[in-house]
């Protein structure tokens, strides 16, 4: 289960910046109520939208997923390519980039003319990249779809790739970089903090890529990147809403059956080693108050220990009674806020943590309260009462993230992508369940190594740096 937060905002996802929005879909409020009380047990009984999905491979190599859902007037389109900045092998960002030129004009659409047109009938549409993937959908009304089913295709088959687009969707993602990590201590922290952990894996570079990178990339790296990538036995197509699953399949073979295949994909064969002694860095910036951030090496997505995981990293700082929030917040005080994740990853693993000190505070003395409660978790159970709070709100998490025609089209493709199959409800429901106050310890004292953490600490510059920076910033 993929957690949101500083991943999220800082690493997991880069988008183009357009609106985005959820269509109606599932009404799942009584499902939600009932799992708050009861647990996992009614919310297994619940009859998954999963199981009705039907998957279709075109001779092109791509995989169509549909569900028909009467019930909801708003149709969810995504198509999800099997890239991400964990691909890139020269230039970084490259995987962002290209999520920008998608919107830049083709063969018989200027630039943005694809959005226009959609948005004109009322669609909502956006894309992102993650290290994985590039996604890009619309959510629109059923008389809608083929056209977008049309404007894909156009996009896919005759995208403007020259050096007019290029540069202009360069200097858009250079000023994004910017603004949310140049400019930003939070994002600046996090690009950091996985530049320490990650020391070979590509996972290491920020997925909206290295400033020298953006600027020096050229025509040539855009096209090979599209004809390695974007491919149709690279694409997965969901669509879930009010539809009809012959007419969705006759409309994606005619527009996007004659999309070209690749016979190899290539991939970044590089894998992480294992760290054997701590990592620490600091960052000068022009912060207030100090900030502290951990992180481990965890496992890929779909290891048998990501449920133990995703109920430790709950119980240790995931709302205002976790362990590390109330510690850090209320009992000291000394920090305005505190939280911890776990973020799965096709590859490999994050588990990191952060916490924003109070102006004053001793991060040393911070770093050493952090500590304490790291090696509480590895060494003591935790409560039943804490089990139990943990479990429930990933279970409520599981059941709500199915609300919609939009999030169900990306739990089909997220999890097709990442597991070559749709995973049932009830099985993450169930794993969840079967974690135990030992399984807990375990991963914590498995994975929350000493040895295997990395430290950044976020501080003020001294004043003779900021005296020596000639922008005035002190970044």
């Known amino acids: 289960m993929m957690r949101r937060g500083w991943a999220a905002r800082f690493g997991r996802e880069v988008g183009t910046g357009r609106r985005r929005t959820r269509g109606l879909g599932f009404l799942l409020a009584l499902f939600l109520a009932f799992a708050a009380v009861s647990g996992a047990a009614f919310a297994v009984a619940f009859d998954d939208p999963a199981a009705q999905v039907r998957s279709t491979v075109l ?20 198509i999800w390519v099997d890239v991400g900045s964990g691909d890139e092998a020269r230039f970084t960002g490259l995987a962002h980039l290209f999520e920008h030129m998608m919107f830049r004009g083709s063969k018989h659409l200027a630039p943005e003319e694809h959005q226009r047109i959609l948005e004109q009938r009322g669609a909502r549409l956006n894309a992102f990249t993650s290290k994985d993937v590039t996604v890009y959908f619309a959510d629109v009304t059923r008389e809608n779809l083929p056209l977008v089913i049309e404007l894909e295709a156009e996009r896919l088959r005759y995208l403007d790739v020259s050096e007019t687009s290029l540069a202009s969707e360069r200097e858009v993602v250079i000023e994004e970089r910017r603004l949310r990590t140049d400019s930003n201590p939070e994002g600046k922290l996090f690009e950091q903090l996985l530049a320490l952990t990650f020391q070979a894996h590509p996972y290491r570079v920020p997925t909206i890529g290295w400033r020298s990178d953006l600027e020096k990339m050229g025509v ?5 990147f599209f004809d390695k990538y974007y491919a149709a036995n690279n694409l997965v197509v969901a669509v879930v809403g009010d539809i009809d699953h012959d007419e969705t399949l006759a ?6 059956g004659p999309l070209r295949r690749r016979e190899e994909v290539p991939r970044n064969p590089t894998v992480e080693p294992q760290q054997r002694g701590e990592r620490r860095a600091t960052v000068h910036f022009d912060v207030r108050a100090p900030i502290l951030s951990m992180a481990w090496q965890g496992p890929p997505t779909g290891h048998e220990d990501s449920p133990a995981l995703d109920v430790m990293s709950t119980i240790f700082s995931s709302g205002r009674t976790s362990r590390l929030y109330r ?9 305005l806020g505190a939280s911890a994740s776990y973020w799965e990853l096709e590859r490999a693993g994050l588990i990191y943590a952060f916490a924003s000190l109070r102006p004053g505070v001793s991060i040393d003395r911070a770093e050493a309260v952090f500590l304490e409660e790291v090696e509480r978790m590895r060494k003591e ?11 429930r709100a990933l279970e409520v998490g599981l059941i709500d993230g199915q609300g919609t025609s939009h999030a169900l089209a990306s739990r089909f493709g997220r999890d097709w992508l990442a597991f070559g199959r749709i995973r049932s409800l009830a099985e993450q429901l169930q794993a969840v369940e079967a974690v135990t106050a030992e399984d ?36």
């Open 440 to 475: 807990v310890r375990r991963v914590a004292e498995t994975y929350l190594r000493p040895a295997g953490r990395s430290v950044v600490q976020m501080v003020p510059p001294p004043p003779e740096e900021v005296a020596a920076d000639p922008t005035g910033s002190g970044a």
């Open 381 to 391: 159970l935790p409560t039943d009462e804490e089990l139990d709070q943990a479990k």
């Open 251 to 256: 409309l994606v073979r005619e527009h996007l």
């Open 220 to 224: 040539p790296e855009c096209r090979d």
């Open 59 to 78: 001779d092109n190599g791509l995989t169509l997923l549909t569900l028909e859902d009467a019930t909801t007037p708003v149709v969810s389109f995504q």
């Open 327 to 335: 510690r850090m917040v209320h009992e000291e005080p000394i920090a």
